[in-house]
């Protein structure tokens, strides 16, 4: 029986060490290449991908919009004039052919795409001075809503002849709202605010508050491609999914177990944003991603500050803004200063990706297998001990009554 468990332990011991010892890579996934939009510090605040991927606007200080290729950053371009405000958030309509563009003092511009104008679309008048901090176009493009300090939330549209109409939430919080996403599919979307928690504005304008009132969220995506599900983050590592009741909305609660503080990380969690495949990337402060996985409900290390400083030192110290893919493990990452950076798969020494790797973990799953049948097989000691240890309930009771027989057997001998 000894001599049996020390083979199996030698046997697993060879055979997982190696595949265990590569997968101890620090980062899943590498940065390569970086594109300086412009050699000052140009207080990037965030980025709104256009429905297609094809471009990407990145918003900012003085009024500042660039236009971007989203699979050849290098192709970018400063576009309108610069004013005085920093603009905070910005959405693409669901059709593509217009942005809009939200800041500080009550300030919206709208970014026509065809001819790359910007035009005021509302200001002091309509929304005081309030800072405004997030925006989002509902699914059908039919209302966007603008979130902004001290709990204020507007559901706003353009009119045929230029202008706008902009209407206040009722039973608004009190705190700012810091991101508003909008669900695939439905007219339903999530609010993100500092000590209020989650909110919910239904298909009829309806804001409705569903729990996590003990964390600070500072952000807030839709992105599931096969669920009504949105995910929230919390500058303490929380992450919360919120599975959206789409036929009434006043069902979709959220509870103490939808919400998960993560162990292993390290860092503050400062933003969220769409990876291809409809899982998300999570930004963290100091410089490093997360990804959640909206299938299975877990989050996987990715980017590591440390690899980030072997990279470079100065872009490790700059704060993510944004990210876009451009395939399940590739994409870019913008920061505050301006530096647009690739990142895709890790490559080992050997020429294998982590995904090679997985896959010859699973492999080597089925290989340990197979070996352990066939040691199992030929030593029927071995066989019944295993069964004892990890069989079922009736395949334990089997093994013992057979050990019985035997110790009867070799007894009467």
Same mark, same amino acid.
């Given at each position: ?85 920093? /603009?905070?958030?910005? %959405?693409?309509?669901?059709? #593509? ?5 939200? !800041? +500080?003092? @009550?300030? &919206?511009? *709208? ?20 800072? /405004?901090?997030?925006? %989002?176009?509902?699914?059908? #493009? ?5 979130? !902004? +300090?001290? @709990?204020? &939330?507007? *559901? ?24 508003? %996403? ?15 928690? &989650? ?26 491609? %096969? ?187």
């Amino acid at each position: 029986m000894r001599e049996g468990r020390s083979l199996l332990a030698a046997l697993l011991m060879a055979l997982l060490f190696p595949a265990l010892t590569m997968a101890q890579s620090e980062s899943i996934v590498i940065l390569d290449e970086i594109e300086i939009l412009d050699e000052s510090d140009l207080g990037i605040e965030g980025v709104a991908v256009s429905p297609d991927g094809g471009v990407v606007i990145a918003h900012g200080a003085d009024s500042a919009v660039f236009i971007i290729d989203s699979a050849s950053p290098k192709n970018n371009s400063l576009i309108g004039p610069k004013g005085s405000v920093s /603009l905070l958030d910005g %959405s693409f309509h669901p059709g #593509g052919k217009t942005v809009l563009l939200v !800041g +500080e003092s @009550g300030a &919206i511009l *709208r970014l026509t795409m065809a001819n790359l104008s910007i035009e005021s679309a509302g200001g002091s008048s309509t929304f005081g001075d309030t800072e /405004l901090g997030a925006v %989002s176009w509902n699914s059908d #493009g039919s209302w966007a809503y603008i979130g !902004g +300090e001290e @709990g204020w &939330i507007w *559901r706003y549209r353009g009119l045929e002849d230029g202008g706008f109409e902009a209407f206040p939430l009722e039973n608004r919080g009190d705190s700012d709202i810091n991101a508003i %996403s909008c669900l695939r599919g439905s007219n339903i979307c999530i609010v993100s605010t500092d000590f209020d928690g &989650i909110g919910i504005i239904d298909e009829e304008h309806k804001l409705s508050w569903i729990g996590g009132f003990e964390h600070l969220w500072v952000d807030a995506v839709c992105n599931s491609i %096969s669920s009504f599900e949105c995910v929230a983050i919390s500058s303490d590592l929380s992450i919360a999914r919120i599975g959206v009741n789409v036929g009434d909305t006043s069902e979709t609660t959220m509870y103490d177990n939808d919400i998960v503080q993560l162990q292993g990380f390290e860092g503050a969690m400062t933003g969220i944003n769409p990876q291809r495949g409809g899982n998300s990337l999570i930004s963290l402060a100091p410089f490093g991603l997360i990804e959640y996985d909206s299938s299975v409900s877990r989050s996987f290390h990715w980017l590591d500050n440390t690899d980030v400083v072997e990279f470079d030192v100065a872009i490790s110290g700059e704060r993510i803004v944004g990210t876009w893919g451009v395939s399940p493990y590739g994409g870019w990452i913008v920061t505050d200063r301006g530096s647009v950076v690739s990142f895709d798969l890790t490559e080992q020494e050997n020429g294998g990706s982590m995904l090679e790797i997985w896959i010859g973990l699973i492999i080597l799953g089925g290989t340990t297998l197979m070996l352990l049948s066939l040691i199992t097989s030929s030593s029927p000691r071995l066989s019944r001990w295993l069964t004892k240890k990890i069989g079922s309930e009736e395949e334990r009771k089997s093994a013992i009554r057979e050990e019985r027989r035997l110790s009867r057997k070799k007894g009467r001998a």
